[in-house]
C-alpha cells in the first residue's frame, strides 16, 4: 500500500511550541481581506491535522491519534478563531457573555436515542411537547397524569415553550425571571460592538465554509482559496451508508474489496452505519479505484450498488473540520442570545444568488445529498439556533414552508430514515400553534402539503380514483415515506383555533377543498364483484387502501373539529362537500332499471341494483365525511339557526343513503357467507371496517348516514328500499311469497342471516343515540357506554380497554375520565394484571345490540349477564336499556319504529316462529323482533313521562299493535302473536322476554288511562310490572321447596338400603371395627413407649436412626409397572437436570480456569462455581428411559433435515424432556436402596483409636500406590494394621443395570461440571458427583433458611426426592471408580485436617481456601473406599462418619475465629460468662498465640461465641441435610418447625453437644497439634494479610441487585450509557445484568465477542463469566426481562415494573409511568436462587415453538 506523505509528529509539535492563537487573531484582525486570511490558515493546517493515514491501526493507537488530532484542531485552528471573536483571552471574554446573557428562558435540550421524555396528558397542547427528566421533576406536571417515553433522538425540550402547555409552561430552572424583556428587548444590543462586528464577520465567513464544503460535489478539487499549498497523491475510499444494504452484505463486500479481517470489517460497517461514511482504504488514486471498483461490482446485483467515492485526502479534511467548525457554532452561541441571533442572521441572509440562496436555504435544499453524519452535525446546530430564537423560527419557518414541496420531494428520493431528513423538522414548527396558521395563511401550508401528497400518489385508474400496485417490500417502504406527509398535515391540524380571520376562513376552506379532491380520489377505490362459480384466482390488493385510510382518520376528525368550531366554516365547509358527493355520484342512477315497490299500503320509486352482483367499494370517504358535517350541523345548532343557509333542500335522502347501504349490505352477506369465493382480501377488508382503528370514520358515520336519511325520509319507504338493497324484499311484500321464495333458493341458511342482519341494521339506526347531535349526549357518555359494554363481556385490563376505545388526534380515548364512575378496580397479585369489573348498578344500561359488538363479543355478553341475572334471582330478559331522547335534527327516526312496514315485518317473523314446522326462522330473528318491539314500547313510554297532561303523545306503537295483519296477510295482531308465543315450549329462552314486553304494554294502558287526569310519576307505571315480578318470584320459591322435598326423600331411601345391607353382613363388618379399635388403642399407647427414641433422634454415628427396613414401591411413568428400589434388582431412574452454577457464589471476578488443569477436590469457600442438579421427580426404568432417549435422538436427527431452528432442548449435550411433565432435563439419577441400620455389636472405637488406624492404614495405601507406580521404594515400608487387605478388590453390591446408571450421572456431572468430554479414566470423575451432591445440598439449605422454612418436611416432593436419591447416589458413586482413586481422594482430604506419616502430600490447601462441608461431603463418601479393605469384623463405618464430623466441626470452628472481624459486634452482655463463651475465648486465645498480631484482640466472650454460633449454623444445617439422606433418619419434631430450639435438637441430631467448643475441650490433647498444624501453614498468614480471597462467615445470601422504584430513572441510567466499543457511540439496547449491575450493549455487532469459537452478544459473552452460562437481564428500553441459559436458549419474562394499573409495558408503548413490583421481583430472584431459569426458558420454547427463531446468542 502506497504510503502518503505526512507530517512526522515533530513537525507539528514544533508548530504547536512556535503557534500563538492570540497572535494569529491580531493578524486576522489588522489584515484586509479577512476571509482570504482566514481560509489560508485552514488550508495550511487542517489537511496536516486531519484525517492522516488509513484506519487499520490498533485500537490503542487509534485513541491516541484521535487525541492528538483534537489537541491540534483546538489550539491551531478553534483556539484563534475563539480569540478573534472575543479580542482577547476566550475563557476570561465566554465568561463576561455568560454574565451579561441572563438565564435561558428556553430549555432547548437537545434528546438522545433512548433518552426518557415525559408529557403532561392533561396540560401539554398535543402529543408532541415534551420534557427532558430534569425539567419534569422541576415542574408542576410531575403530579398529574404523564406519558413517559423513549426518544428517538433529534427532538428538544419544550419547556419554557408557552404554546407548549396550557398550563405550567416553565419548570423551577427556566421561569423567567422578566416575563418582558426579551420580547421588547434585541439580545444583540446587549453585546460589545466590537464583538458583534467580529461575530457577524467570523460566523459569516465559517458558516459560509462549511456549508461550501458539506454541499461540494467534486471528489478531486476544493473550493477556491483552500487548494493546499503541496498537493500530494494521497486519497480515501469513501464508503457511504443506504438503507438497502444489510450488514451482513456490507462486512462480505470489504473483506472481499480491502482485504480486512472480519473484525475490521464489522467495525467499517459499524461506523458507516453510525456516521453515514467510512473511509475503507487510503493510499494514491489508483490504488483506491481497485477498492471502490470491488465493492461495486460485488453489490450491484441484487439492488443498486453501494454509494462508494474516490476522495482526496484535503477534501475530508476540510469536511470533517467543516463539521467540527459548525459543532463549535453550535457550543459558542450557548453563551449569549445575542451570538445565537447573530448567527441566525448569518445563516438566513439572502445571498446573490437570489432566491433560496441563503445559507440555511442551501444546507436544507441539499440535505438529501449529505451523509449521515454531517445532516446530524447541521440538524443539531440548527435546532440549537434558528428554534431557539422566537424571531428567526419563524422566519425560518417560512423558508421552511416556501421548500417545502422540494424538500419532501427530495426525501421521497433519498434513502434515509425521516430521523436523519432535514423534514423531521417540521414536528418542531407546524406543531406551534401560532405558526402553522401563520403560514397557513400567507403561505397556503394546508394546500401544498395535500398537493404534495396527492402528487405522490400517481397511479389512478379510468375514473381518477388511486390505485394501488402490489403491496411489495418496496412499495411499502416508498409509501411509508408519503405517509409522513399526513404527519405534517396532522401537526398543522392538530388544535383548532380559538378565534378566526376572515383570512384564516379563506384558507382554510381552499384547503379543505384540496383535501376533497383527496378523498374523491379515494371514493369508490378498490371496488369488487362477487365470484359465482370459481374462487377467485389471486387476491387483489387492499393493504395500501386500509393503511391510507388510517392514516386519514384522524386528519378527518380533526377538519370535522375545525369545521365545528365556526359556523360560517362549518357551512361553507357544508356546501363544499354536498357538491363533491353531487359530482361522486354523478352518474349513480343513471342506466339503472327504475322500479316501483309496494308494502304494507305504502309505494316509493327506485332503482334497481343488486350488492351480490354489481360492484361494490367499502371505499366512501367523501360520503363519509358529509355524514360527520351533518351531524356537527345538529350538534352545534346551526341546521335549527341558519336553515335558510343550508342546501338541505337539495339533499336527496335517497341518494345520500345509497352507498352506505351498499356497504352495510356487503358486510351483511360476507357475514352470510356469499362472498366466500372471493377470498381473505374481503374478509380482512370488513375485519378493518369494524376495527376500532378504522370504524370512527367508517362504519360509525355509514351508521349515521342512514340516520341522517332515514331522518328525512318517510319511514315506509326508508325500510323498503333497505329490504330492497338486502334482495329481501320478496320475502316480506306478500306472506305466501316466502315459502315459494324459500323452495327457489336452496341457501335458506343464508336468506336467514340476511333477515337478521337487516333487522339490526334497523336496531342500530332507531337506537344507537350516543353520538353528540344525533342524540342528546355529551362526548363522555359515549365513551361510558363503551366502557360499560365491554366490561359486561368479562372484567378487562386497563390496556385491553384502551384497545377497545378509539383514540383521538391526541392519543386520548377519555377512559381515565369516566373509568371510576363505571368500574372497579381489582389489583393483581404476583401474575396477571390488574383488571377493571363492572359496577353492579350500570349492567341494567347493557344493550345486547350494541353496534361495536362482533358476533362473538355479543355472544360472550348475552351469556354473561344472561347468569349474572340469573346468580341474582332476577329473570334472564335482557330488555334494551332506557334510550338517551334524540336531537331535533333526527327527532324523525322513532317513527320507524311504529312504521307499518316495520310492524308488518315482525308480524311476519311472529307468525313464523307461531308455525316452527317451517324451519323458515331463526331464534336471532325472533330475538331481533322481541327487541325492536321492546325498544318502541320505550320509546312509547318515555314520551308519555315527559309529555305534560295536554299534550298529545303522536307515538301510539301499543295501539299499533293490537290490530290484526292487513291484508293479503291474515296473521293476527303482533300483540296476538306474542300473546301465543308466550307459553310455546320450543321458545323457553325468550319466554322471559315476551313476558316483559306484555307487562310493558300493560303498563303504558294504565298510563294512558291515567293521563287524563295527571302526568304520571314512573314509580307508578312500574306497579302492575312490580306485582307481575312477586308473583314469578312466588313461583320460583314453591318450585324450589318441591325440589328440596323431592330430595329429601330420596336420601332417606338411601340411608334406608345402607342399613339394609350393613344387618345383612353383620359378621363381616364386626371384624373390619374390631381391627379399626385395635389400631386405634394402639396409636394411644404408642406416644409413651417411643418417648425415648423421640429424644434420641440421630442421624449420624453408632446411636444413629436408621430406616432400612422401609421398602421402597416406585411406579414407571412410562411402562406404569411397579418395582421395589433394589441394589441387584432392575435398575430405576429419576429425570434430573445438572447445571452450573455460580447462585452461591461469593467471587464472580475469579477466572474461568483450564478444565483439563483444574484440581476440583477442594472448593474454595468463595464458591466461586458450583454443580447443582434439580429433578422433576418423575420415576422410570433405566430401560424404559434408554429406549426413550433413543427414540428423541431419532426424532432429532430426522427434523435436522426440514432445517428447523433450536429447539428447546438439545439431544447433542443429553437433553431431553422429561416425558410426563415436559420439564427441561439432561440426565437421570439412579434410585438406589435405603442405608443399612447400624452394627450395634460392634465396638465403636475413640478419636484417638479411629484416627491412629486411619492414619497406618492411609500410609499403608499410600507406599502401596507410590510402589506400584515408581518400582521399589527406598524408604521402609510402614506397618500394615490388622486384617488390613491392602490390594484387596471389594465385591460391587449393584447389579450390572444399576452400575450402568451410576456411570451414566457420574459421567454427566463430570462432562457439565468441567466442560469437558467424557472419560471414565479421569479421576476426576467421583469427586464432580459429591461436589453436585454438596452444592445443591448447600443451596436447599440456603433457600429454606432465607425463606424462613423449617429445616425439615417444608421441601416440595421432587426436591425431596432428588436429595434423597442423589444423596444415596453419592455414597455407592465411589464403586463405579478405580478403588485406587477414591482412596488417594480420602488419602488428600485427610491430609488437610491430620498429617498422614511418610504420605508425601505437598499440595494440601490451607484451612482458609477449602469449604469445610464440601471437605465433610468428601471424605464421608471416599471414606467407605479404605472401609472396604478392613476385613477385621471391626467394621465400624458409622464412628467414622462421626469422627470426620468432629474433625470437620472442629476445622470449621477455627475458620471461623480465623475470619472473624470486629465490626460485626454489637453491644455487650452483662453478667457472668457462660461456659460457651470462656472456651470460646480460650481457643481464641490460642489461635492469637499461634498468629500473633494477625487477629485481633477481643475479650468479649459472649460476641465472639453469638458470632460463632451464627457462622457455624448453616453448615449444621447442611450437614444434617446430608446425613438425613444418606442414612435415611427421620428427624426430631423441633426440627419440623421453626420455634424455639432449633439449635440444640440440630446439635443432638448431629451426635454433637450444643456447646460446640466441648469438641476442642474434650479432645484438646490430641486436637491441638492439629490447630497448630493448620495456623501454621503459609497459605493462613497470607491469605490474612489479604494475599488471597477471605471469605467471611456467616456468608451472605446472594440476592438480585437493587432496581430503582421509578423505572424512568433506569432509562435515564441506559440513556447516558455508551457502547464501550464505539468511540463513545450510544447503545441502541442497553441491557441491565440483574446478578451484578452491568450495564452491556446488546444485540449489535460492535460488543460482538467469540466464545468457544463462535461469535456471541454481549449478554450470551457475560453469562459466561457471571452466571456460568445463565444469564438474567433488563433490556431497558424494552422494559422486557431476558433470561439466557447457554448460546442457543433464552426467553422473555414479564418484567418487575408495572404502571398504577398492575400492567407491565413491553416496549413502553402505552408510556403510563412505571413503578417498581417488589414482589414479582422477589419471584424472578427465587426462580434464581432455585436454579430454575433453565426450566422457564425451556417451557417458554416448548410453547413457542410455532414462532420465527430468535437468534438468542446475538443478544
Same mark, same amino acid.
Given at each position: ?731 316480506? @311484500? ?238 293476527? @295482531? ?576 448431629? @451426635?454433637?453437644? @450444643? ?201
Amino acid at each position: 500500500m502506497a504510503e502518503p506523505s505526512r507530517d512526522p509528529p515533530s513537525a507539528l509539535s514544533a508548530d504547536f511550541m512556535s503557534f500563538s492563537p492570540g497572535d494569529t487573531a491580531s493578524r486576522w484582525l489588522a489584515c484586509a481581506d479577512l476571509q482570504q486570511e482566514v481560509y489560508c490558515h485552514l488550508a495550511e493546517y487542517v489537511p496536516r491535522i486531519l484525517c492522516q493515514g488509513g484506519g487499520m491501526a490498533e485500537h490503542r493507537e487509534e485513541q491516541r491519534e484521535e487525541q492528538r488530532e483534537e489537541l491540534a484542531l483546538q489550539l491551531l485552528l478553534l483556539a484563534p478563531l475563539e480569540w478573534f471573536l472575543l479580542g482577547g483571552e476566550p475563557a476570561a471574554g465566554l465568561a463576561l457573555l455568560q454574565q451579561g446573557g441572563g438565564a435561558a428562558a428556553l430549555c432547548g435540550h437537545v434528546f438522545k436515542v433512548g433518552e426518557p421524555t415525559y408529557s403532561c396528558r392533561e396540560c401539554a397542547a398535543d402529543p408532541t411537547c415534551v420534557l427532558c427528566m430534569q425539567c419534569f421533576l422541576a415542574s408542576a406536571h410531575r403530579h398529574h397524569r404523564y406519558r413517559m417515553t423513549t426518544s428517538g433522538g433529534g427532538g428538544f425540550c419544550d419547556c419554557g415553550d408557552a404554546e407548549a402547555w396550557k398550563t405550567g409552561p416553565s419548570c423551577q430552572n427556566h421561569t423567567p425571571a422578566d416575563q418582558n424583556r426579551e420580547t421588547e428587548e434585541d439580545p444583540v444590543s446587549l453585546l460589545p460592538p466590537a464583538v458583534e462586528e467580529r461575530s457577524c464577520s467570523i460566523f459569516s465567513i465559517i458558516l459560509q465554509y462549511a456549508v461550501d464544503l458539506l454541499t461540494w460535489e467534486q471528489e478531486d478539487q476544493l473550493p477556491a482559496g483552500l487548494e493546499p499549498p503541496q498537493r500530494s497523491d494521497s486519497y480515501y475510499c469513501m464508503l457511504f451508508n443506504d438503507e438497502v444494504h444489510t450488514y451482513e452484505q456490507v462486512i462480505y463486500t470489504l473483506q472481499k474489496a480491502v482485504n480486512c479481517s472480519q473484525k475490521e470489517a464489522v467495525s467499517f460497517a459499524t461506523t458507516v452505519d453510525r456516521d453515514g461514511r467510512k473511509s475503507v482504504r487510503f493510499g494514491d488514486h489508483q490504488f483506491c479505484e481497485q477498492a471502490k471498483a470491488v465493492i461495486v461490482r460485488s453489490t450491484s446485483r441484487q439492488s443498486k450498488p453501494l454509494r462508494v467515492q474516490v476522495m482526496h485526502s484535503a477534501l475530508v479534511a476540510h469536511q470533517c473540520f467543516a463539521l467540527k467548525a459548525l459543532g463549535w457554532l453550535g457550543q459558542i452561541i450557548q453563551y449569549s442570545d445575542g451570538l445565537r441571533r447573530i448567527l441566525c442572521q448569518v445563516g438566513l441572509r439572502p445571498g446573490p444568488e437570489g432566491e433560496n440562496s441563503s445559507l440555511v436555504d442551501r444546507l436544507m435544499l441539499n440535505d438529501s445529498k449529505m451523509w449521515k453524519g454531517a445532516r446530524n452535525v447541521y440538524h443539531q446546530l440548527l435546532m440549537n439556533s434558528l428554534l431557539m430564537d422566537r424571531k428567526f423560527k419563524k422566519l425560518f419557518a417560512i423558508r421552511f414552508a416556501k421548500n417545502y414541496r422540494r424538500l419532501q420531494t427530495d426525501f421521497m428520493e433519498d434513502d434515509h430514515d425521516r430521523l436523519v431528513s432535514v423534514t423531521a423538522l417540521s414536528v418542531q414548527l407546524f406543531t406551534v400553534p401560532t405558526l402553522a396558521r401563520m403560514l397557513m395563511v400567507e403561505e397556503n401550508l394546508m394546500m401544498t402539503i395535500i398537493r404534495t401528497f396527492v402528487d405522490q400518489l400517481r397511479h389512478r385508474d379510468a375514473q381518477g380514483r388511486f390505485q394501488f400496485d402490489r403491496y411489495t417490500a418496496q412499495q411499502a417502504f416508498k409509501f411509508g415515506r408519503v405517509q409522513s406527509l399526513i404527519g405534517d398535515l396532522k401537526y398543522v391540524l392538530i388544535s383548532p383555533p380559538p378565534q378566526w380571520s376572515q383570512q384564516l376562513r379563506t384558507k382554510f376552506l381552499d384547503g379543505f377543498e384540496t383535501f376533497l379532491d383527496l378523498l374523491r380520489c379515494m371514493q369508490g377505490m378498490d371496488p369488487v364483484v362477487r365470484q359465482v362459480g370459481q374462487h377467485i384466482e389471486m387476491e387483489p390488493e387492499w393493504e395500501a387502501a386500509f393503511t391510507l385510510q388510517m392514516k386519514l382518520t384522524h386528519i378527518i376528525t380533526m377538519m370535522q373539529e375545525w369545521c365545528s368550531t365556526d359556523e360560517h366554516v362549518l357551512i361553507e365547509a357544508y356546501k363544499k362537500c354536498l357538491s363533491a358527493l353531487s359530482q361522486c355520484q354523478g352518474g349513480l342512477p343513471d342506466g339503472e332499471q327504475p322500479i316501483s315497490l309496494s308494502l304494507a299500503g305504502h309505494t316509493v320509486d327506485t332503482f334497481r341494483y343488486q350488492v351480490s352482483q354489481e360492484k361494490v367499494s367499502i371505499h366512501l370517504p367523501v360520503c363519509r365525511l358529509l355524514a360527520g358535517l351533518h351531524v356537527l350541523l345538529s350538534k352545534t345548532e346551526v341546521a335549527s339557526r341558519l336553515p335558510e343557509q343550508l342546501p338541505l333542500g337539495e339533499l336527496s335522502p335517497h341518494l345520500l343513503i345509497e352507498l352506505p347501504l351498499r356497504c352495510l349490505v356487503l358486510c351483511a352477506q360476507v357475514h352470510a357467507g356469499m362472498w366466500r369465493r372471493n377470498g381473505f382480501s374481503l374478509i380482512n377488508q370488513i375485519y378493518y371496517y369494524h376495527n376500532v382503528k378504522c370504524r370512527v370514520e367508517m362504519f360509525d358515520k355509514d351508521l349515521a348516514m342512514l340516520q341522517v336519511g332515514a331522518s328525512m325520509m318517510d319511514p315506509n319507504h326508508f325500510l323498503m328500499i333497505v329490504l330492497s338493497r338486502f334482495e329481501l324484499f320478496h320475502t316480506f @311484500s306478500a306472506a305466501d311469497l316466502r315459502r315459494r321464495y324459500r323452495e327457489a333458493n336452496k341457501d335458506l341458511a343464508q336468506q336467514n342471516t340476511l333477515i337478521e342482519e337487516m333487522l339490526h341494521l334497523i336496531i342500530m339506526v332507531v337506537g344507537e343515540r350516543y353520538v353528540p347531535g344525533v342524540g342528546q349526549v355529551e362526548l363522555l357518555d359515549e365513551v361510558r357506554r363503551e366502557i360499560l359494554h365491554q366490561l359486561c363481556i368479562r372484567p378487562m385490563a386497563h390496556s385491553e380497554l384502551v384497545k377497545a376505545l378509539p383514540e383521538n388526534g391526541n392519543k386520548e380515548t377519555g377512559l381515565e375520565r369516566v373509568i371510576d364512575s363505571v368500574a372497579s378496580f381489582r389489583k393483581p397479585g404476583v401474575t396477571g394484571r390488574g383488571l377493571y369489573e363492572l359496577r353492579p348498578e350500570w349492567s341494567k344500561r347493557f344493550d345486547l345490540y350494541f353496534h361495536h359488538y362482533s358476533r362473538a363479543d355479543q355472544s360472550k355478553a348475552e351469556e354473561a349477564q344472561r347468569n349474572l341475572r340469573r346468580q341474582n334471582g332476577e329473570d334472564t330478559a335482557l330488555p334494551p336499556p332506557r334510550p338517551p331522547p334524540l336531537c331535533p335534527l333526527f327527532g324523525s327516526l322513532v317513527n320507524l319504529l311504529q312504521c307499518d312496514a316495520l310492524l308488518a315485518l315482525e308480524g311476519a317473523v311472529l307468525q313464523w316462529a307461531v308455525e316452527p314446522s317451517g324451519g323458515g326462522w331463526t331464534e336471532s330473528m325472533l330475538q331481533r323482533v322481541l327487541h325492536l318491539v321492546a325498544m318502541a314500547l320505550l320509546e312509547e313510554q318515555q314520551q308519555l313521562e315527559s309529555s305534560g297532561a295536554d299534550e298529545d303523545v303522536s307515538f301510539t306503537f301499543s295501539t299499533r299493535i293490537t290490530r290484526p295483519g292487513e291484508a293479503p296477510s291474515t296473521s293476527g @295482531s303482533v300483540l296476538a302473536l306474542l300473546e301465543s308465543l308466550q307459553n310455546a315450549p320450543h321458545l323457553e329462552v325468550h319466554k322471559d322476554m315476551i313476558t316483559w314486553i306484555l307487562k310493558m304494554v300493560g303498563n303504558i294502558k294504565t298510563t294512558r288511562e291515567r293521563t287524563s287526569g295527571s302526568s304520571v310519576s314512573v314509580s307508578h307505571g312500574r306497579r302492575p310490572e312490580e306485582s307481575v315480578r312477586d308473583k314469578d318470584k312466588a313461583e320460583r320459591k314453591r318450585k324450589a321447596e318441591m325440589a328440596r322435598l323431592r330430595r329429601e326423600k330420596v336420601m332417606a331411601q338411601m340411608s334406608e338400603m345402607q342399613k339394609h345391607f350393613i344387618n345383612e353382613n353383620k359378621e363381616l363388618f364386626q371384624q373390619s371395627m374390631e381391627d379399626l379399635e385395635a389400631a386405634a388403642t394402639a396409636t394411644e399407647h404408642s406416644p409413651p413407649s417411643l418417648e425415648p427414641t423421640c429424644v434420641a433422634h440421630i442421624c449420624v454415628g453408632p446411636m444413629r436412626v436408621g430406616g432400612a427396613e422401609r421398602r421402597q414401591l416406585v411406579t414407571c411413568i412410562l411402562c406404569q409397572e411397579e418395582q421395589e428400589v433394589r441394589g441387584h434388582g432392575r435398575a430405576m431412574v429419576l429425570a434430573a437436570f445438572i447445571q452450573r452454577s455460580t447462585v452461591l457464589s461469593k467471587n464472580r471476578s475469579r477466572g474461568i480456569p483450564d478444565p483439563e488443569r483444574l484440581d476440583p477436590l477442594f472448593m474454595h469457600p468463595d464458591l466461586s462455581v458450583g454443580v447443582h442438579t434439580a429433578s422433576c421427580g418423575h420415576i422410570m426404568h433405566a430401560t424404559c428411559w434408554q429406549r426413550y432417549f433413543e427414540a428423541v435422538q431419532q426424532k432429532e436427527q430426522r427434523r435436522q433435515q426440514r432445517l428447523r431452528g433450536h429447539t428447546s432442548y438439545d439431544v447433542e449435550n443429553g437433553e431431553f424432556l422429561c416425558p410426563l411433565c415436559e420439564c427441561l432435563s439432561n440426565t437421570v439419577i439412579p434410585l438406589l436402596p435405603h442405608a443399612c441400620s447400624p452394627d450395634r455389636s460392634v465396638e465403636h472405637p475413640c478419636l484417638e483409636t479411629w484416627l491412629k488406624r486411619t492414619n497406618q492404614q492411609a500410609a499403608a495405601l499410600g507406599f502401596t500406590h507410590r510402589k506400584q507406580s515408581h518400582g521399589a521404594a527406598q524408604q521402609v515400608e510402614p506397618a500394615v494394621p490388622d486384617r488390613f487387605r491392602v490390594g484387596f478388590d471389594p465385591q460391587n453390591s449393584f447389579s450390572s443395570g444399576v452400575g450402568e446408571m451410576i456411570n451414566t450421572f457420574s459421567m454427566s456431572a463430570y462432562k457439565v461440571g468441567l466442560k469437558v468430554n467424557p472419560n471414565e479414566q479421569d479421576p476426576r470423575v467421583p469427586v464432580l458427583s459429591w461436589s453436585t451432591c454438596a452444592y445443591t445440598l448447600q443451596s436447599t439449605e440456603r433457600l429454606l433458611m432465607d425463606e424462613k422454612k423449617p429445616l425439615f418436611g417444608s421441601l416440595p416432593c421432587r426436591q425431596d426426592d432428588c436429595l434423597s436419591s442423589l444423596t444415596r447416589f453419592s455414597s455407592a458413586c465411589w464403586t463405579a471408580a478405580p478403588i485406587r482413586t477414591v482412596q488417594n481422594h480420602f488419602i488428600r482430604l485427610l491430609s488437610v485436617l491430620v498429617p498422614i506419616p511418610d504420605s508425601q502430600l505437598e499440595d494440601a490447601p490451607c484451612i482458609l481456601d477449602v469449604d469445610m462441608f464440601h471437605l465433610l461431603v468428601y471424605s464421608v463418601l471416599s471414606y467407605s473406599s479404605l472401609h472396604s479393605l478392613d476385613q477385621s469384623g471391626r467394621r465400624s463405618v458409622d464412628s467414622a462418619h462421626l469422627h470426620l464430623l468432629h474433625l470437620v466441626t472442629v476445622a470449621h470452628l477455627v475458620q471461623v475465629l480465623l475470619t472473624f472481624t470486629t465490626g460485626e459486634l454489637s453491644m455487650d452482655q452483662d453478667g457472668e460468662e457462660s461456659e460457651e463463651e470462656q472456651l470460646t475465648c480460650q481457643l481464641y486465645g490460642r489461635l492469637r498465640d499461634h498468629l500473633g498480631r494477625c487477629l485481633p484482640d477481643i475479650s468479649c466472650g459472649w460476641r465472639l461465641w453469638r458470632c460463632v454460633r451464627a457462622s457455624v449454623l448453616p453448615f449444621l444445617r447442611t450437614a444434617a441435610l446430608f446425613f438425613h439422606y444418606m442414612n435415611s433418619a427421620s428427624p426430631p419434631a423441633d426440627l419440623l418447625g421453626t420455634g424455639p430450639g432449633q439449635w440444640e435438637a440440630l446439635c443432638s441430631y448431629l @451426635s454433637l453437644p @450444643s456447646n460446640l467448643l466441648l469438641l476442642y475441650q474434650n479432645q484438646r490433647t490430641l486436637l491441638e497439634p492439629l490447630i497448630h498444624r493448620w495456623c501454621c501453614h503459609p497459605g493462613v498468614g497470607q491469605v490474612l494479610h489479604g494475599g488471597g480471597v477471605l471469605v467471611r462467615f456467616p456468608r451472605e445470601s446472594n440476592r438480585l441487585i437493587d432496581l430503582p422504584e421509578d423505572y424512568s430513572i433506569l432509562i435515564n441510567q441506559a440513556s447516558s450509557f455508551t457502547c464501550p466499543r464505539s468511540g463513545g457511540d450510544k447503545s441502541r439496547a442497553p441491557t441491565l445484568c440483574l446478578v451484578c449491575g452491568c450495564m452491556l450493549c446488546s444485540q449489535s455487532y460492535c460488543c460482538q465477542t467469540e466464545v468457544e469459537g463462535e461469535d456471541v452478544g454481549a449478554c450470551t459473552a457475560h453469562t459466561f463469566t457471571c452466571g456460568a452460562g445463565i444469564g438474567l437481564f433488563l433490556r431497558v428500553r424494552e422494559s422486557q426481562v431476558l433470561f439466557v441459559a447457554g448460546k442457543t436458549k433464552g426467553c422473555f419474562y414479564p418484567p418487575p415494573y408495572l404502571d398504577d394499573y398492575g400492567e407491565t409495558d413491553p416496549g413502553l408503548k402505552r408510556g403510563n409511568p412505571l413503578h417498581l413490583c417488589s414482589e414479582r421481583y422477589q419471584k424472578i430472584e427465587r426462580l434464581w436462587r432455585q436454579h430454575g431459569i433453565a426450566e422457564v426458558i425451556g417451557h417458554a420454547q416448548e410453547a413457542n415453538q410455532t414462532l420465527v427463531a430468535i437468534d438468542w446468542q446475538h443478544l
